[in-house]
């Protein structure tokens, strides 16, 4: 792509007053700030990527919680850069953990020779936008400031961890931990007694995890959740040796299914079936181990009450053997009709997480009735007025998804308008992709487009990277240098996906998934949820059409 018709002042390492001038800025070195970084490098852009942690990986340099693995089968938890990048790391099995995928995510940077333009241990705290000059300001945490014409934000889905969440915390006398800001000294088990609060899809890795291994264990368990149990296989050099002779084909399916996994809904009709051959599809894509069960079998178990019924009545009924059918336990473990569908929430994989609790060291404590009041020196207060005394507290309460990371950044529009009262009121965005009244400002894995909730990471974060970078390259081709979607173009792409919404039982759902975890969060789906084909369709739609949605000048 030319740069020549580009009219934005050259980038020049310095201004007058001495703050550094950039193309673009992207903030995060994980998934997605990485391929960004590559990406605009390539296109010749003079391009730096601030990045809060010490090193790259995002979510995977975050969360170096015990038990921490991706549930993406490593064949799709993928860049899809060139076959070469493929083959050049081998994953040791289907599901790796957490500190393989840091050291993979380090092998990519190394490859495309990325670090040098990442400047690491720099949190941006303020970005202004300039009406004047059309360029972003960028404040960090130091007070450095940088000047850009882009910023793309790469801040991750659920990077903004829920770390004050009771009063009393700090006064605790022994360690207390967010999973997703785990220290990476070693945080000793053995031996200590250890309450962890949360049973979403994190806090169900740390307790299959540690369970075994520590003196006495005490769940803060509040809403259960359907679990699937992972088939997680070791990987030959043979076995990836196939993957990689099918990286065409792989690269080409996980861009065209629901979502962006290998697999789709591909069961006959629901309403075609008897109830034996509707089992025997559900045993066969339950063996599977993988979030095939949950996005890859029946469709219908998203909008049909009565389909969805049937499907968590499955998932309780594996649940309920191994838990051996105690009642105590099959009451707090296992959601009933009342509580939510299979599915309506995410699916946790899980490993022999269910048969912790059948551990005489292992305890439930029923958050329902009893819910935590504080965190006091010697442990955790509950409602009743008991005090659950432990040495470590493991918090893996949760995150202020898609939204957090971008508002806990001081981002200023046009006008001065903040992003952070604007989506305190309502939650909108263009595809995901921008916001209206925040020129030059590009987000990835922000609410309205398909993200964690409901897609293989990497597929999403890629395909916006590679949609973001495109129309840059047109606006740069153009000559125009500040692009912005309109309000209407806004206003319509919320409405279809309200409409998209409406139409399934993820509707009701009450969990991170509608924002239902932070108090006065405005609710709506943060992820898009008419699949990553779709979405992928709509997107091309635009850039085919010469991004009629978008305002460039
Ligand atoms: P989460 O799903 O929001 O779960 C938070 C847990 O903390 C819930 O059980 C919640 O209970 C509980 N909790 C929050 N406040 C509480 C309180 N005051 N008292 C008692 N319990 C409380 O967060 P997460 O487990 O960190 O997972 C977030 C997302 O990260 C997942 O949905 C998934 O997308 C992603 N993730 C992926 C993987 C993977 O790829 N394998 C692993 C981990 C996480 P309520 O539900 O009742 O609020």
New binding site residues.
């Given amino acids: 792509m030319s740069t020549a018709t580009w009219t934005a002042p050259a980038a020049s390492s310095q201004s007058a007053d001495g703050i550094a001038r950039y193309d673009a800025i992207v903030v995060g070195a994980g998934v997605a700030g990485l391929y960004q970084l590559h990406r605009l490098r390539e296109m010749g852009l003079k391009v730096l990527a601030l990045e809060a942690g010490s090193g790259v990986g995002g979510t995977w340099y975050w969360?170096r919680y015990p038990g921490?693995?991706?549930?993406?089968q490593a064949e799709v938890y993928q860049f899809w850069i060139s076959k070469a990048l493929y083959k050049s790391w081998t994953p040791s099995e289907r599901f790796p953990a957490q500190p393989e995928t840091e050291q993979w995510l380090n092998h990519v940077a190394d490859q495309l020779d990325l670090k040098k333009d990442i400047q690491f241990l720099t949190r941006v705290t303020a970005a202004h936008y300039d009406e004047g000059t059309g360029r972003w300001e960028v404040t960090c945490e130091s007070g450095e400031r940088f000047n850009t014409q882009l910023l793309v934000a790469c801040t991750g889905m659920?990077s903004a961890p829920?770390t004050d969440?009771?009063p009393g915390q700090s006064s605790f006398r022994g360690e207390i931990h967010h999973?997703?800001r785990w220290p990476k000294e070693n945080v000793e088990f053995k031996g200590k007694r250890v309450a962890v609060?949360?049973?979403?899809?994190?806090?169900?890795?740390v307790i299959q995890t540690i369970g075994p291994k520590v003196d006495s264990l005490t769940v803060?368990?509040?809403?259960p959740?359907y679990v699937v149990p992972m088939r997680n296989p070791k990987y030959s050099q043979a076995d990836w040796n196939q993957f990689a002779d099918n990286y065409d084909a792989l690269k080409q399916k996980v861009q065209h299914t629901f979502a962006g996994f290998d697999y789709d809904f591909g069961s006959p009709p629901w309403a075609d079936l008897t109830p034996e051959q509707r089992n025997e599809i559900l045993e066969k894509i339950w063996d599977d181990g993988s979030l095939s069960f949950w996005v890859g079998g029946f469709p219908e178990l998203f909008f049909d009450r009565a389909v969805n019924d049937v499907v968590s009545e499955f998932v309780r009924e594996k649940m309920r053997a191994r838990l051996k059918h105690d009642p105590e336990l099959c009451r707090l473990l296992i959601p009933t009709k009342d509580d939510y569908g299979f599915g309506t929430h995410?699916v946790?994989?899980e490993n022999k997480y269910l048969e912790v609790y059948l551990q005489d060291n292992v305890e439930v404590v029923d958050?329902r009735a009893t819910?935590?009041e504080s965190i006091v020196p010697e442990g955790i207060r509950t409602a009743d007025g008991k005090v659950h005394e432990v040495d470590v507290i493991v918090m893996?309460?949760?995150?202020d998804?898609a939204t957090g990371s971008l508002t806990r950044m001081g981002i200023h529009g046009r006008g001065g308008r903040s992003l952070t009262q604007d989506w305190g009121k309502d939650l909108r965005t263009s595809m995901g992709l921008q916001v209206h009244g925040y020129p030059n400002l590009f987000t990835t894995g922000a609410p309205l487009a398909p993200a964690?909730?409901l897609c293989n990471m990497p597929t999403c974060l890629q395909q916006q990277v590679d949609w973001i970078s495109d129309l840059i390259a047109h606006a740069r081709k153009e000559g125009k240098n500040v692009i912005e979607p309109t309000a209407e173009f806004e206003d319509a792409w919320v409405k279809h996906h309200d409409e998209l919404v409406n139409q399934t039982l993820v509707a009701d759902t009450v969990?991170?998934y509608m924002g239902s975890?932070i108090d006065g969060k405005p609710r709506r789906l943060l992820s898009y949820i008419g699949g990553v084909a779709t979405y992928r369709a709509k997107c091309e739609e635009q850039a085919s059409t010469g991004y009629p949605g978008f305002q460039m000048r």
């Fill in positions: 969360n921490a693995r991706f549930d993406s659920l829920l969440r009771f999973t997703g609060i949360g049973t979403g899809a994190t806090g169900i890795q803060f368990a509040r809403t959740q995410r946790p994989l958050c819910p935590i893996a309460v949760g995150f998804g964690a909730a969990s991170w975890n």
